[in-house]
């Protein structure tokens, strides 16, 4: 695929792109520095006291996410990086603006980073007082393997997803019933793709993955992760009959049960460099192809919804359907991307109701500026060497995963984007140079620095592991508020791991961070001397490291791609490893 590009800069794309589509469409506007595109009449629609619903995820996929902004659907997308998760600050900023009593839902697709961010902004947005749900887009039918992976993504299901919920707001129906909903539809629907080629990426001169002349690959994700399988390139109609026999194969842990005599809505969706005629000939293969299975294809939808730059391929996406929802993917809206359907047939009449009493209660717009200082003033004191110590440890930790910024790279190379070094480094010169400046004040109050160190990372750092961390850190600083000891430092670590694990949805021995932070606190809660457990909790640390080589992974991007390529240490175990060492043995020194 060639690496040619309209564009100004590999640098601006996304902002020059965001820009261009709030110019050509009136009703959206933009905030946070131009990332997130949201409704212009945001106010009225907090005013009424509809559920605000906010989408989003990294840049790439256009028109999805900010193109499905508009009344009827989303109130809110925030934009990250090309392939990148936004930052959690973001998606937190485009909450508080949208937040009123009715609440607000944040749709986020199945990926680790989107999860982890969009988890991180709700649990924030939760602790200042904001009424807030998530529910996770996950119609991937591709996935074959019945052990515990990263799971099915989220794909193209995910704009019905964005429609349903906005005419659901519109309606005036409740935080409560719209979740419902899009979970019930969630189960009810599935996706599936095939590319015939890969994208390129602005600024990069290589294809993101090559594919043979004479082949296609199966079940890839939005990003160009691997899919199950290549194969010869089929005719329009066997590649149709391939990929439906495959997303509704029983065996298939992830697969879409149909039955005939159901009524579905079907998307035939443009993954980004496929022209209409080719989509049109898919849609007529799809619709004979339901005919003969005997269902109902009651509403059809043939466009570009969501893409991979510039990829060519298609996804197909099932939707089982009743009156209600097919009220509501009917229902009226301004949202610039949405495509209403090429077949309209109904299966019985229903009836609107458009009356919404209006309330001016609403939740205050933005985070009180003074949260802060009120940390500062109120969390738990320690002594000035008590603080000297951790924020030497802290140091020496940056230090060291600054110096291994090349290994981990190296080891990132075979299962990830080949930046894992890099953005701990990024992180790390963050937290020092905060450090460098930070005063004795608030180096005295733990639960303070490791707040603004949270902040500080996931600016910095940025993507999942920035994420994660911020998570680690944010969730070891509240269990600091009231307490500093040996006893509540451990604790401390646990609650930083917990939260990694409740939105990374990892454990241990799936080849991340995990297999060598939770080795680390198992040595840490033993009985004995504090500088032999730190001893020890370096060792299960460099143990757990070292398991990841050869191990699956199931979880991450890395979960996708062959293992073959795996048969190193995982990068962010290592990371994990490296710092905690570093550390950990300082203190020893210090305690020695």
């Known amino acids: 695929m060639t690496s040619k590009k309209i564009i100004n800069s590999a640098k601006t794309v996304v902002d020059d792109a965001i820009a261009g589509l709030v110019l050509t469409n009136s009703g959206l506007?933009?905030?946070?520095?131009?990332?997130?595109?949201?409704?212009?009449?945001?106010?009225?629609?907090?005013?009424?006291?509809?559920v605000a619903v906010i989408s989003g995820g990294g840049s790439g996929h256009e028109p999805a996410w900010a193109g499905f902004v508009g009344p009827g659907s989303l109130t809110a997308a925030v934009c990250g990086d090309i392939f990148a998760s936004p930052p959690s600050s973001l998606?937190?900023?485009?909450?508080?603006?949208?937040?009123?009593?009715?609440?607000?839902?944040?749709?986020?697709?199945?990926?680790?980073?989107?999860?982890?961010?969009?988890?991180?902004?709700?649990?924030?947005?939760?602790?200042?007082?904001?009424?807030?749900?998530?529910v996770v887009s996950s119609?991937?039918?591709?996935?074959?393997?019945?052990d515990r992976s990263a799971g099915r993504r989220g794909l193209c299901g995910t704009m019905l997803l964005h429609k349903v919920a906005g005419a659901?707001?519109?309606?005036?129906?409740?935080?409560?019933?719209?979740?419902?909903?899009?979970?019930?539809?969630?189960?009810?629907?599935?996706?599936?793709?095939?590319?015939?080629?890969?994208?390129?990426?602005?600024?990069?001169?290589?294809?993101?993955?090559?594919?043979?002349?004479?082949e296609v690959e199966l079940g890839l994700g939005i990003h160009g992760e691997a899919g199950v399988k290549k194969m010869k390139l089929l005719t329009a109609k066997a590649l149709v009959a391939q990929m439906y026999d495959h997303m509704t194969n029983s065996h298939s842990v992830s697969h879409l049960t149909l039955t005939a005599g159901e009524h579905v809505a079907v998307i035939v969706n443009n993954l980004g460099g496929t022209s209409y005629l080719e989509l049109n000939?898919?849609?007529?293969?799809?619709?004979?192809?339901?005919?003969?299975?005997?269902?109902?294809?009651?509403?059809?939808?043939?466009?570009?919804?969501?893409?991979?730059?510039?990829?060519?391929?298609?996804?197909?996406t099932f939707l089982k359907v009743d009156d209600e929802l097919l009220g509501y993917l009917d229902s009226p809206t301004q949202a610039p991307a949405w495509s209403f359907p090429y077949k309209t047939s109904r299966l019985s009449s229903r009836v609107t109701h458009d009356d919404v009493t209006d309330s001016a209660s609403v939740i205050p717009s933005s985070v009180p500026s003074s949260a802060d200082h009120a940390l500062l003033s109120t969390t738990a004191c320690i002594s000035a060497d008590s603080g000297r110590l951790m924020k030497e440890a802290i140091m020496a930790a940056c230090h060291a995963l600054t110096a291994a910024t090349q290994y981990l790279n190296e080891l990132d190379e075979g299962c990830g984007d080949g930046d894992t070094g890099s953005t701990l480094a990024l992180g790390s010169t963050a937290i020092l140079d905060y450090l460098e400046s930070a005063s004795a004040e608030e180096i005295s109050k733990p639960a303070f620095f490791l707040s603004q160190m949270s902040s500080l990372i996931e600016r910095q750092m940025g993507g999942t592991s920035g994420a994660l961390y911020s998570l680690f850190l944010s969730a070891a600083a509240s269990t600091l508020v009231s307490e500093v000891s040996t006893t509540s430092l451990t604790e401390a670590f646990s609650n930083g791991i917990a939260a990694i694990m409740k939105y990374g949805l990892s454990q241990?021995?799936?080849?991340?961070?995990?297999?060598?932070?939770?080795?680390?606190?198992?040595?840490?809660?033993?009985?004995?001397?504090?500088?032999?457990?730190?001893?020890?909790?370096?060792?299960?640390?460099r143990e757990g490291a070292d398991s990841t080589a050869g191990m699956k992974a199931k979880a991450?991007?890395?979960?996708?791609?062959?293992?073959?390529?795996?048969?190193?240490?995982?990068?962010?175990?290592?990371?994990?490893?490296?710092?905690?060492?570093?550390?950990?043995?300082?203190?020893?020194s210090q305690i020695d």
């Open 281 to 316: 000939v898919v849609a007529k293969e799809v619709l004979q192809l339901c005919a003969q299975k005997d269902l109902n294809a009651v509403r059809v939808y043939c466009g570009t919804f969501v893409t991979c730059l510039n990829m060519p391929g298609i996804s197909i």
């Open 556 to 588: 991450g991007r890395a979960s996708y791609t062959p293992q073959e390529s795996q048969t190193r240490v995982d990068p962010g175990a290592e990371g994990a490893a490296i710092w905690i060492k570093a550390a950990f043995m300082y203190l020893v």
């Open 91 to 134: 998606i937190l900023e485009a909450v508080i603006k949208c937040s009123s009593s009715a609440g607000i839902l944040m749709i986020v697709t199945n990926y680790t980073g989107d999860r982890v961010n969009f988890g991180l902004a709700l649990e924030r947005a939760r602790a200042i007082g904001l009424k807030c749900e998530m």
């Open 29 to 50: 506007t933009t905030i946070g520095g131009g990332r997130i595109v949201i409704r212009e009449d945001v106010e009225d629609l907090k005013a009424s006291e509809k």
């Open 168 to 214: 659901m707001s519109e309606e005036g129906k409740t935080l409560e019933e719209i979740v419902a909903t899009c979970k019930q539809m969630n189960q009810n629907m599935g996706t599936i793709g095939v590319s015939l080629g890969s994208c390129s990426l602005p600024g990069n001169s290589q294809p993101h993955f090559t594919i043979a002349e004479d």
């Open 508 to 541: 241990a021995g799936d080849r991340t961070m995990l297999d060598a932070l939770i080795p680390a606190l198992a040595a840490l809660r033993k009985e004995g001397a504090v500088g032999q457990l730190l001893r020890d909790s370096v060792m299960a640390a």
């Open 139 to 146: 119609d991937d039918t591709a996935l074959t393997s019945a």
